[in-house]
């Protein structure tokens, strides 16, 4: 990426931020696999609320350093502290991290080099999209220590046709990358050195359009999804005519029926 700096908020977490409001954040615990302990869930907090707060924010990259991509829950640090009010903050605070990346108004790109499991797995199907290499394995294999994959299972079944989410859930055997992309999960599968140059495509892509019309685009998608279709039509509708407002839609329109290319009022 062109003028980065880095900066790492977080040892567990690093934080690139480039010119163009392109954000890298990279889980950095490859001992442990890049596991979703509680502060690692901590640090991903803090540095996906810089992003929503910031407003020159364009992309959000999660990539990982290591053999794998995420693991999953810390199994150690559940069995460590066993009762249930415990068990029922670490799957809250999950659950927030994971909802920011839902609610973040700038689309959030997983770029996945190793393994993906349980939690680790979640994460990939909460982003808005995916792009693995093909050495990257996918698992919801909490079912193997007796414990069914619950939460990973929301974005996993809005991913995946329900019979396939569901023998990954109540087997969990691994698929390998070219099947997370017949399935749905991922994108785009790539050799391990592409990895990086496939994710910038994406970005490259979604930087040259407007960033109010993927914001609410982002937003409708998600709403509508959860609605039965005359209201999903309503909703549509109503964004389409609010997004039309904008001057840069104004602007693409104008562009359109002139045949040149649009100048968007926002990157000038």
């Known amino acids: 990426m062109s003028d980065a ?45 810089a992003v929503a707060a910031d407003p020159a924010a364009r992309v959000l990259v999660l990539a990982a350093q290591g053999r794998a991509f ?7 640090e559940m069995a460590a502290a066993s009762d249930l009010a415990s068990h029922q903050k670490l799957f809250a605070q999950c659950s927030r991290m994971m909802l920011s990346l839902h609610k973040l108004p700038v689309p959030v790109i997983a770029q996945v080099q190793g393994m ?3 939690a680790g797995c979640q994460l990939v199907a909460q982003c808005d999209l995916a792009v693995a290499s093909d050495a990257a394995t996918f698992a919801t294999s909490g079912i193997r220590y007796g414990l ?16 396939k989410a569901m023998e990954m859930l109540l087997t969990g055997d691994f698929i390998d990358a070219a099947t997370a992309l017949d399935q749905g999960l991922l994108n785009r599968v790539v050799a391990p050195e592409a990895l990086g140059a496939a994710v910038e495509q994406l970005v490259q892509a979604i930087l040259a359009k407007p960033r109010v ?16 279709i005359e209201a999903a039509y309503q909703l549509a509708g109503q ?9 840069d839609a104004q602007e693409g329109v104008s562009a359109f029926a002139q045949k040149r290319q649009p100048q968007w009022k926002a990157q000038e």
């Open 239 to 247: 964004t389409m005519a609010v997004n039309m407002q904008d001057a």
């Open 148 to 163: 069914f994959c619950a939460t990973p299972s929301v974005p996993l079944v809005r991913n995946l046709p329900i019979k």
């Open 116 to 118: 993906a499991t349980a």
């Open 70 to 76: 995420c693991a999953g829950h810390d199994l150690k």
């Open 213 to 228: 019309a993927v914001a609410m685009g982002k937003a409708l998608v998600y709403q509508q999804r959860e609605l039965g």
């Open 5 to 49: 700096f880095t900066t790492a908020t977080d040892s567990l977490v690093l934080v690139q931020r480039d010119a163009r409001g392109v954000v890298t954040l990279t889980l950095n615990d490859p001992a442990r696999f890049n596991a979703l302990g509680s502060p690692m869930l901590a640090a991903l907090q803090s540095a996906i609320d």
